[in-house]
C-alpha cells in the first residue's frame, strides 16, 4: 500500500467531519437541498443500525439458548452423513482437533491469569485439544518468571502449554494486543506444522493436505465455556477444506463478572458496545466482525501472513477480518458461535477505589474513557480500508508471499535456535550435576529430558549430501561434516522465548526462496529436536521432500480467482457506521436541530428585554429599546431557515417521526440485551458435571468405549458404516461446560432497566472518545498504550 496514500487516509475521518461541520453551517442558505439529503441518509443510517441492533439482539437471545442445549457429538454424527466428501477426509475430529489458544498479557494479575487457565483446564478436552501460549511482553518486567510459574501450575492439565515473549524493540511494531498475538502465532503455528509433519504421507505434505488447527484469540481475562471449542471443532470439521482455509468463528460478547462494582455509565457504555458487536454477526450476516475473541483457521492465519502489528492495527480483532476479507477477495467465511465469551468491566484504580465513593467513580469514569480511547483509535481502519479498495490490492501479492515465508523461515530458525540452546544447557547441566545452576541464567522453562534417538534426514537431504544419519546423545552431538556449521553460528544471541513442548523436524524446503532474494539464511537441515519433559517421543521419522510444494507452507490453500463485491459494499458501510456515522450525526443535530431551537429561545429572550428596556426613564426616546431589539434578531437571523417551510424544515421534521422507530428499538435491543443475560447465567446452573476423559485421546489409543480410536475414526469417516453411530456417546460428557468464571453478576429484570437512564452518559463515551482519537490522527498514528484495571479475580477452583 502506498505510504503517502496511507497519511492522507489516515486523517479521512476528520476531513469528513470538518466538511461536513462547514456544510451544516453554511449549507442551510446555499444547499439546502444537499444538507437536506445528508441529514436523511445519516438519520436513516442510525435508525437502520438500530433496528438492525435489535434485531441481532433477539436472534442472539434465541441462539444461545439454543446453542447451550445443543448436543454436538450428536450434531457432529449426524453431519458425517450430509457432509462433503472431502470434508471427511481428514485424520481429525472434535477428540484430536488441535485447538491454539493464545492468551496476550501484560501487566496482568497472576489472580487473573490462574482463573483464565483454570476455566480452560476444566474443559473436558483441555488434556487432549488445548495447546495454549501464554503470550508475554519483554518490557514488562518479570513477565518470563510469571509466565513459567504458571505454565508449571497448569503443564498437566492441558495438550501443551508455552511460554512467548514478544520482544520490545522489532522495528515498524507498536506496543499492543495485535503486535503480541502476532509473534505469539507465528511461533505456534510454525511448531504446530513442524508436529504435524509426524504424522505426513510420503510426499512430505500433512494428511489432510493442509496443516489443520484452530487457532482462539482471547483476552486475558475472557472466559470460554467448554462448548464453544467443542462447537468450534465440529463446524470445521464438517466444512469443505477450501472453505476452512478461509474460516473464521466469533461469538458474542458479555460483560457479566463485576457489573455491580462499576458506575451505571460504564454499565450502559460496555453493553451497548456488546451489542453493537452483537448487531452485526447473526446468521445471514454478510459481515461479521469480531470482537475481542474469536478464532480463526490455522491456514488462513498463515495464508494471510499473521496479525499486522503496526499503528493501523491497535484494534487488532476488527483489523485481522479486514485483512482477511480483502486476502480472500470477499470469500471470507464466518461462523457465529453462540457460546458467549464472558469479560470483566474495567476499572479504576486500587486506591481510588478505597478513598471513597466520588474518588472511585471519576477513577472508573477514567479507566473507561482510556479503554473508549483505545477502542476507537482502531478508527484508523477506515483508512486502511481506503487505501485497499484505491489501490485495488485484493488478495495477497507475490511480494507479500514472499516476505511471509521468508518471516515463516526466520521464525522457525528461531525455534530450532531456542529448542537446541535448551538442550546444550540440559545436557550441560546433567553433566555438573546441577541442573538447575546451569538453567538458572540462561534457561527458564521445565526441564529437556533428552533422550539419545537416531535422525533420518529427508531424502532431498541425503540425496545431495549423502549423510546417512544425525545422532544425538546425552554425551555428544555428531554431524557430518557437510553439515557442520552450527544453526547458531553468525547469528545474534536469541533471547529464551518458549519452552518447547513438542519434538520438530525442519524442513527447508523454503529455502530456495531465500536463495532468490539472495538473503542468507543459516539451516539446520535436518535438526530432529527434543521436546520438553511433557511431550516426549523415542521413535524416528522420515521426512521426503515434497516434489510440488513445501510441505511446510500452508500447502493447497487455493486463492479464488474472483472478487465478490457484495461483502465488500457492505464493509465500507460498517465502516461509515463504526467511524464517521455517529460523529456526522452529532454535527447534524447540533448544528441543524439544538443550536436553532437555542437561538430562537435567546432572541425570544433578548427581544423580552429589549422591551422591557424600551420602557424605561433612562431614554424616553426609546433608542435603546431599538437597538435592543435589532441586536435581538442577529441570532435568529443566521438560523432563519430553520422557520420557513423549506425542504430542509421539512426533512428534519421526518427524520424525527421516523426516529420513533429507532428508539423503540433501542428499548428492544437492550430489553434482549438483559435476557441474553440472564440466559448466559442459567447456562451454568444447568450444565452437568463434568465427567473427564480417564486417559488421553490421540489417534493412536483407545476410546473410552474400548475401541481403537483409528477404528472409531474410521467408523465415523465412514458413509456405509456411519449409520450405525448415530447412537454413539462420546468417551466425556459434551454438556460439561466447565467451572464458571468469578465473581458472576446478575442483571434483575426490572430493576435493572433503570441503569438506562445513563445512556446519554454512554453516548458521550462513545461520540467523544471517536473525536479524540481522529483528532489525534492528524499528527499521530501511535497511541500511548495504557492498560486499564480489572477486579480481582475470584477463586480458581
Not at 239 to 249: A, L, V
Not at 349 to 355: C, M, P, T
Amino acid at each position: 500500500m502506498s505510504t503517502s496514500l496511507g497519511r492522507v487516509l489516515q486523517r479521512l475521518p476528520i476531513i469528513l467531519h470538518s466538511g461536513v461541520l462547514v456544510l451544516a453551517i453554511f449549507g442551510p442558505w446555499y444547499f439546502p437541498s444537499v444538507v437536506a439529503a445528508l441529514f436523511f441518509v445519516t438519520n436513516m443510517g442510525f435508525v437502520f443500525s438500530q433496528v438492525r441492533m435489535a434485531y441481532g439482539m433477539i436472534r442472539c437471545y434465541w441462539a444461545i439458548r439454543t446453542h447451550w442445549k445443543t448436543d454436538w457429538w450428536a450434531y457432529y454424527i449426524q453431519g458425517l452423513q450430509s457432509a462433503p466428501v472431502a470434508a471427511l477426509e481428514t485424520r481429525y475430529s472434535p477428540l484430536t482437533l488441535p485447538q491454539i489458544i493464545i492468551v496476550p498479557s501484560y501487566k496482568e494479575t497472576m489472580s487473573t491469569l490462574r482463573q483464565t487457565l483454570a476455566i480452560l483446564a476444566s474443559h473436558p478436552l483441555a488434556p487432549h485439544t488445548y495447546k495454549v501460549c501464554l503470550a508475554m511482553e519483554q518490557r514488562e518486567e518479570g513477565a518470563r518468571r510469571k509466565g513459567q510459574q504458571l505454565a508449571e501450575e497448569f503443564a498437566a492439565r492441558f495438550l501443551d502449554i508455552t511460554v512467548t515473549i514478544h520482544p520490545g524493540d522489532i522495528p515498524d511494531e507498536v506496543p499492543g494486543k495485535g503486535s503480541n498475538t502476532r509473534w505469539a502465532a507465528r511461533w505456534m503455528a510454525e511448531r504446530e506444522m513442524m508436529g504435524q509433519l509426524d504424522h505426513s504421507q510420503t510426499d512430505g505434505t500433512p494428511a489432510s493436505g493442509n496443516v489443520e488447527a484452530v487457532m482462539t484469540i482471547m483476552d486475558a481475562d475472557t472466559a470460554f465455556a467448554a462448548d464453544y471449542f467443542l462447537a468450534v471443532a465440529v463446524r470445521y470439521l464438517l466444512t469443505p477444506p477450501e472453505t476452512r482455509c478461509h474460516m473464521m468463528f466469533v461469538p458474542p460478547i458479555l460483560f457479566d463478572r463485576n457489573q455491580a462494582d462499576v458506575p451505571a455509565v460504564t454499565r450502559v457504555t460496555d453493553i451497548m458496545w456488546s451489542t453493537a458487536g452483537i448487531s452485526g454477526i447473526y446468521p445471514g450476516s454478510t459481515i461479521r466482525i469480531p470482537t475481542s475473541a474469536y478464532s480463526i483457521s490455522m491456514a488462513l492465519a498463515i495464508k494471510v501472513g499473521f496479525w499486522d502489528a503496526g499503528p493501523q492495527a491497535i484494534g487488532e480483532d476488527m483489523h485481522m477480518f479486514l485483512k482477511s476479507l480483502f486476502d480472500t477477495k470477499g470469500h471470507l467465511h464466518v461462523e457465529t458461535i453462540y457460546s458467549p465469551a464472558s469479560q470483566c468491566n474495567v476499572v479504576g484504580s486500587k486506591s481510588a477505589i478505597q478513598s471513597g465513593h466520588i474518588a472511585s467513580f471519576f477513577s472508573d469514569c477514567n479507566a473507561r474513557w482510556q479503554q473508549a480511547v483505545r477502542h476507537m483509535w482502531g478508527s484508523l481502519d477506515t483508512g486502511y480500508v481506503a487505501n485497499r479498495f484505491i489501490s485495488k490490492e485484493f488478495g495477497v501479492s507475490a511480494s507479500r508471499e514472499i516476505e511471509h515465508r521468508l518471516a515463516r523461515v526466520e521464525m522457525r530458525q528461531r525455534i530450532i535456535d531456542v529448542a537446541a540452546e535448551d538442550s546444550l544447557v540440559e545436557r550441560k547441566g546433567s553433566r555438573s550435576g546441577s541442573n538447575e545452576d546451569a538453567a538458572g541464567s540462561k534457561r527458564q522453562g521445565p526441564s529437556v529430558d533428552f533422550t539419545r534417538r537416531v535422525i533420518v534426514p529427508p531424502k532431498w537431504l541425503r540425496d545431495n549430501n549423502g549423510s546417512p544419519t544425525f545422532t544425538s546423545d546425552d554425551d555428544e552431538i555428531s554431524t557430518p561434516a557437510s553439515s557442520a556449521s552450527s544453526s547458531t553460528r553468525g547469528r545474534p544471541a536469541v533471547a529464551r522465548d518458549s519452552s518447547i513442548s513438542s519434538h520438530y523436524s525442519y524442513s527447508s524446503a523454503d529455502e530456495d526462496l531465500v536463495d532468490q532474494r539472495k538473503t542468507t539464511t543459516t539451516t539446520s537441515s535436518s535438526s530432529r529436536l527434543l521436546a520438553n519433559k511433557h511431550h516426549t517421543s523415542s521413535h524416528a521419522h522420515t521426512y521426503p521432500r515434497s516434489s510440488s510444494s513445501s510441505a511446510s507452507t500452508s500447502a493447497s490453500i487455493a486463492s479464488p480467482q474472483n472478487i465478490k463485491v457484495f461483502p465488500f459494499v457492505v464493509v465500507g458501510a460498517r465502516m461509515y457506521e463504526a467511524h464517521i456515522m455517529l460523529a456526522h450525526l452529532f454535527i447534524l443535530l447540533n448544528a441543524l436541530i439544538v443550536i436553532p431551537k437555542l437561538t430562537i429561545q435567546l432572541d425570544a429572550q433578548l427581544a423580552s428585554q429589549s422591551l422591557a428596556w424600551g420602557r424605561a426613564a433612562i431614554d424616553k426616546s426609546g433608542a435603546i429599546g431599538a437597538g435592543a431589539v435589532a441586536g435581538a434578531g442577529f441570532f435568529s437571523t443566521l438560523t432563519a431557515w430553520s422557520t420557513t417551510n423549506g425542504i430542509l424544515p421539512q426533512t428534519i421534521s421526518i427524520c424525527n417521526k421516523l426516529g420513533a422507530i429507532g428508539a423503540l428499538s433501542t428499548v428492544v435491543t437492550f430489553l434482549f440485551h438483559d435476557l441474553y443475560h440472564r440466559e448466559a447465567g442459567k447456562r451454568w446452573t444447568s450444565a452437568k458435571t463434568a465427567t473427564r476423559l480417564s486417559h488421553r485421546v490421540t489417534p493412536s489409543t483407545s476410546s473410552a468405549h474400548g475401541k481403537d480410536s483409528n477404528e472409531l475414526e474410521a467408523g465415523l469417516l465412514s458413509r456405509s458404516g456411519g449409520a450405525g453411530l448415530s447412537d454413539s456417546q462420546p468417551p466425556f460428557d459434551q454438556f460439561d461446560l466447565g467451572i464458571p468464571p468469578a465473581p458472576h453478576s446478575v442483571r434483575r429484570i426490572p430493576w435493572c432497566f433503570l441503569d438506562y437512564l445513563a445512556v446519554p452518559g454512554g453516548l458521550v463515551f462513545g461520540v467523544a472518545p471517536l473525536l479524540y482519537a481522529q483528532v489525534c490522527h492528524l499528527w499521530t498514528d501511535r497511541l500511548a498504550y495504557k492498560v486499564s484495571a480489572k477486579p480481582q479475580a475470584g477463586p480458581a477452583k
